[in-house]
């Protein structure tokens, strides 16, 4: 019999993040998946990054992910989105050639010894009582396993709707992991349906590129991976145009053959990422939608057309295509398409997403409950490195929303659950001047670096980048500029000051320092990251003061059993944290409904409790 220290299930982006975690952090690792060359396949836009999803991209590449070398090395237009704004929400986005970006990952994956690729369908787990021991595959052979990490994305029970046509399917292509979806309800785990949706793909060669506005990239590409030090491939360009109002009334007009509005679909779709005919209903006022038109590859015409997203029939769809000015003769390659799928609620995992109810078994991807490749890679990193670590009986590595984005996201996720996909924002992240694109290697990858992930490499750059900032930052803050009242580092408090305008100062008193940062950081990240640490500094300070107050609150662990049913708290709020089931004061301070006063009563109970403990082992 085939045996593992750790099976991952699924190829997904969530999948291929916590095949090469486990792998390289030591255990022997199977990644099962449906088909092999399409591990890391783009279900949806060819892109990585955006608001938010950039820096999840960044933290994942911190810890020693793969995400970010492999955009970096297949990204065909990088831009770093929300200039306009302050430091803390700088965003990089890459479109991607979609083929190229698996065959990266794959060959990234290839490349780990300890890491071998089944292809087939898993159909359920093998339990040993309370704890996972295995999979189960279609043709009923069994695998074993010390722990399982399941990523299927959107396959469990999924359900593929164009109008009023549907069909079991995990994605376009692909069939529906219904055995899976199935074993999983039977292990007790609360499921739940979700919807999600995709535009149309049209041939660009039947495209007029004259009537749209060009998108051209960056000059200056940002990289993803902090391995790379620049981009040097030449760029494409994205389009943009808008909706108009013959668009609007070809979906008006066919409202009735909507899925979405028949009630022929009745999972709850992403708020943020509407189908068009969601924004056309929910916003009769507004009298154009912006469009974008990607290209998602380097060899292929195929285009794909951002923001019209729909699960219309495909006849109506190529009537909303063709009353767009430039789109009137584009061939529709693909219709757009909605799919429904099953999900845990994720409340159901610890914060480690090892399952509350079955030990070894780990959940990561949209399978929480999320939406995007990112928020899936960062879930799958996480749940990769704690199947790893549960098997070597070392402890569990948690990451808080003081510390980064995907400490955010997992802790909403564990202590919300999900009501619709979830998907990251700046807006989710309370301490974002702390966590920046720019500062995530200092922030993490000291931590990956002990868990195994980081290798000597990734170790050596990060050492000698945080010498050269630290030796920049006492410049700054001892050294006077001739003429200047005061050092360095206070005369850049002042809002018209900044750190350029002492560029010639730094490099006639530092010249190899100025010298090697130009070679290893030609963008000057490292003088933002020390800019942005002294213009920031008393917002940061303030922060810091309030994540000093959630780290105690954190510090307050609930032992696993607790009784909830505590008198003074209402019969609510004792279902909501006997469901939910906390790990710490704070967790329960964050699930929507526990009330500040329900939060004190549980701390005096604690502190009874442990106060009880003491006396009775002394
Ligand atoms: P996936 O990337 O879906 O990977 C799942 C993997 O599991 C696959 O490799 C599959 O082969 C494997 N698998 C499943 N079941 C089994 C089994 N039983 N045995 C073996 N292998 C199995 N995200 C956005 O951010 N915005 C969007 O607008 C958006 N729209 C989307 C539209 C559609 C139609 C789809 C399908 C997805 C969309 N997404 C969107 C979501 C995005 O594609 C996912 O969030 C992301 O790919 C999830 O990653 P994952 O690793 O969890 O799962």
Not at 365 to 383: D, P
Not at 590 to 605: K, W, Y
Request: charged content about 25%; hydrophobic content about 40%.
């Amino acid at each position: 019999m085939m045996s593992f220290d750790v099976v991952v299930i699924g190829g997904g982006h969530a999948g291929a993040e916590a095949a090469r975690a486990a792998a390289r952090l030591g255990c022997r690792t199977g990644l099962f998946t449906l088909k092999r060359e399409l591990i890391a396949q783009m279900s949806c836009n060819p892109a990585i990054g955006g608001i938010a999803k950039g820096h999840l991209v960044r933290e994942v590449d911190a810890l020693g992910g793969l995400m970010g070398e492999a955009i970096d090395a297949v990204g065909i237009q990088f831009r770093l989105l929300n200039t306009s704004r302050g430091p803390a929400v700088w965003s990089p986005r890459a479109q991607a050639d979609k083929k190229l970006y698996r065959r990266q990952v794959q060959a990234m994956l290839a490349a780990e010894p300890n890491l071998e690729i089944v292809e087939g369908e898993v159909a359920g787990l093998v339990m040993d009582g309370a704890a996972v021991a295995g999979i189960r595959m279609r043709d009923g052979s069994e695998v074993r396993a010390a722990a399982v990490v399941i990523t299927s994305g959107t396959f469990l029970n999924g359900l593929i709707h164009v109008g009023d046509t549907t069909y079991p399917a995990g994605r376009s292509g692909e069939p529906a992991a219904q055995l899976l979806g199935e074993s999983l309800k039977l292990l007790g785990l609360d499921c739940g349906r979700l919807k999600t949706g995709t535009p149309p793909r049209l041939d660009g060669r039947t495209i007029d590129w004259t009537q749209f506005e060009p998108q051209p990239g960056d000059a200056e590409p940002t990289p993803f991976s902090f391995l790379t030090a620049r981009i040097e491939r030449e760029q494409v360009l994205c389009y943009s145009t808008f909706t108009n109002e013959r668009t609007h009334q070809v979906i008006r007009d066919n409202l009735h053959r909507s899925p979405l509005y028949s009630g022929q679909i009745a999972g709850v779709g992403p708020r943020y990422c509407p189908s068009v005919e969601d924004k056309v209903v929910k916003f009769p006022a507004k009298e154009r939608h912006q469009i974008f038109l990607e290209p998602e590859g380097l060899d292929t015409h195929e285009t794909y057309v951002n923001g019209l997203s729909t699960s219309m029939p495909a006849d109506v769809q190529e009537a909303m295509i063709a009353s767009i000015p430039g789109l009137e003769k584009a061939v529709m390659l693909r219709p757009g398409y909605a799919i429904e799928y099953d999900f845990v609620q994720p409340t159901e995992l610890r914060p480690t997403l090892e399952t509350k109810k079955i030990a070894g078994l780990f959940l990561g991807g949209q399978i929480n409950g999320t939406s995007g490749y990112e928020e899936a890679a960062c879930q799958g990193l996480m749940a990769g490195i704690n199947a790893a670590l549960r098997v070597q009986g070392r402890p569990g590595f948690v990451l808080s929303r003081t510390e980064a984005y995907i400490g955010t996201l997992v802790d909403d996720l564990i202590a919300r659950g999900a009501d619709e996909p979830y998907r990251m924002f700046t807006s989710r992240a309370e301490f974002r001047l702390h966590l920046r694109i720019d500062n995530a290697d200092r922030r993490l990858t000291p931590l990956g670096r002990k868990l195994g992930l980081v290798g000597d490499e990734r170790w050596q750059l990060w050492e000698a980048k945080q010498r050269r900032m630290e030796t920049l930052e006492k410049l700054l803050a001892t050294g006077t500029r001739p003429g200047d009242a005061a050092p360095a580092a206070q005369m850049l408090k002042r809002p018209e000051v900044t750190l350029a305008n002492f560029e010639p100062w730094i490099a006639a008193r530092l010249p190899e320092l100025a010298a090697e940062q130009q070679a290893a950081d030609p963008a000057g990240w490292e003088r933002k990251t020390v800019e942005t640490a002294i213009k920031f500094e008393g917002y940061l300070a303030q922060q810091r003061r309030h994540m000093d107050q959630l780290r105690a609150a954190e510090g307050k662990a609930i032992p696993d059993g607790f009784d909830f049913t505590l008198a003074g708290l209402s019969r609510e709020i004792q279902e909501k944290l006997g469901r939910v089931r906390p790990a710490t004061l704070g967790q329960a301070a964050r699930i929507p409904g526990v009330t500040p006063a329900a939060v004190s009563l549980l701390l005096v109970h604690l502190e009874l409790r442990k106060a009880k403990s003491k006396r009775v082992s002394i």
